[in-house]
């Protein structure tokens, strides 16, 4: 676990039932040899008393605006000056509110549009309050400013409906502004992702495509931000919001892909194809919609370009790590596509396990041999890919 020692957090509490969790997070931040400033919210008082952050974090705890104990009454700006991170837990519905829409009415809210510094949330309420179309904007709109959102996840809840909405533990949680704390392991690298599926057109409302929901990839650039990486995220068409800090290009068929990223190989350092590409395209899409016939319709395909062949051969090309999902014979499939396409990484995952899902598993082949990474939401699976090529990149 990345080390937090000598950190400066400043935590915000908000008023939720899961305010009694901070008491153990601001523990677990004291104990790993944090510096914790906690700041609360009136209604935060009402669940847990400052009297017991104090005695946690051995500092003074903040609830007002207008306190005079902080040097010039300002205190909104100077509180979170010196501060390497805010993170706020548990984030209520009407906290993340506020911050997607810029209101600084008291301490905390003012203190988050003053900083300087990275802004984590982990929100925390009921099934409801969570999937209300307010929140949801809210909480994209935060993702998109560059907020980093900590769960929340599935569970009992203290109105004993359970269901989506429950803050992540406090070890989750430490984990999490850890790892975004810790050590940058890609710092001043570009990385080139592709993510998605393609779509080969047949006729002008029609076309060939696949069940890529594009998770993975976009986990992976979110990953690769985390790391430091510059990164650039060529994506088929999905709904998906990119990651903040990525800079995206939307193509649509596989002809596309590879001539954006042929564009861009040169000068990445790393290269990770998550895309699930189309092999064949279409001869001769029509330029109207098909009229219904009496008998079969037969579509002749051609091959497309190999994406991930084609950087892996340049000379001087970037590190190339491939994804392969596989319906069948997962390992034997994934070894020879590597030893194929002449990469040093493939991750290799089972098609019907992870389109469309939220968690995935992957089995890494290298030159060492095999790892194993259990299923796992996947952000951290990306997360733990990242590390994973990071730690391979100096042998090169
Ligand atoms: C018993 C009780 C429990 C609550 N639990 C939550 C909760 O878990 N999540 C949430 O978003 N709001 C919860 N609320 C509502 C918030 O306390 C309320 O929206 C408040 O204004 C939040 O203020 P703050 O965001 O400034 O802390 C709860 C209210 C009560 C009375």
Not at 132 to 138: I, L, P, S
Not at 312 to 335: I, R
């Amino acid at each position: 676990m990345t080390d937090v020692s000598g950190k400066r957090i400043l935590l915000g509490i908000t008023g939720g039932i899961a305010a009694y969790k901070a008491a153990e997070l601001t523990r677990l931040f004291v104990k790993a040899g944090a510096d914790v400033r906690v700041v609360m919210t009136e209604a935060a008082c009402r669940f847990i008393t400052p009297a017991t952050l104090q005695a946690l974090s051995g500092q003074p705890v903040h609830t007002d605006m207008w306190d005079t104990r902080v040097p010039d009454s300002m205190g909104h700006i100077e509180l979170s000056r010196d501060r390497d991170i805010i993170v706020v837990a548990p984030a209520t519905t009407d906290f993340l509110a506020k911050v997607a829409n810029g209101l600084g009415d008291d301490l905390l809210s003012a203190l988050c549009l003053a900083r300087r510094c990275p802004l984590m949330v982990a929100p925390a309420m009921n099934v409801e309050m969570w999937q209300n179309a307010a929140t949801q904007r809210n909480v994209e709109r935060l993702r998109a400013d560059g907020v980093g959102i900590l769960g929340p996840t599935e569970g009992d809840h203290a109105d004993r409906e359970g269901g989506m909405g429950r803050m992540l533990e406090p070890g989750e949680i430490f984990a999490e502004v850890a790892a975004a704390l810790g050590p940058k392991a890609l710092t001043k690298k570009k990385v080139l992702i592709t993510a998605g599926p393609t779509y080969e057109p047949i006729d002008t409302v029609r076309g060939v495509t696949n069940q890529s929901s594009g998770k993975m990839g976009y986990a992976v650039a979110q990953a690769a931000v985390e790391a430091g990486a510059e990164v650039t995220l060529v994506s088929g068409a999905t709904v998906l919001a990119a990651p903040a800090g990525v800079e995206r290009v939307d193509v649509i068929t596989a002809r596309d892909m590879h001539k954006a990223v042929m564009a861009r190989a040169k000068q990445a350092d790393v290269f990770i194809s998550v895309a699930a590409v189309a092999d064949y395209h279409p001869v001769d899409p029509k330029p109207h919609k098909i009229k219904r016939g009496n008998g079969n319709l037969k579509l002749e395909l051609a091959l497309n370009p190999d994406i991930l062949g084609e950087v892996a051969a340049l000379a001087k090309g970037p590190f190339c790590v491939g994804f392969a999902a596989e319906t069948e014979d997962l390992n034997a499939n994934a070894q020879a596509k590597r030893k194929k396409k002449r990469i040093p990484l493939l991750a290799a995952n089972l098609a019907q396990e992870t389109f469309g899902k939220d968690t995935n598993a992957l089995t890494l082949f290298d030159e060492d041999g095999v790892h194993e990474l259990p299923r796992a939401p996947k952000i951290v699976l990306a997360r733990q890919l990242i590390e994973h090529i990071a730690k391979m990149l100096p042998q090169r």
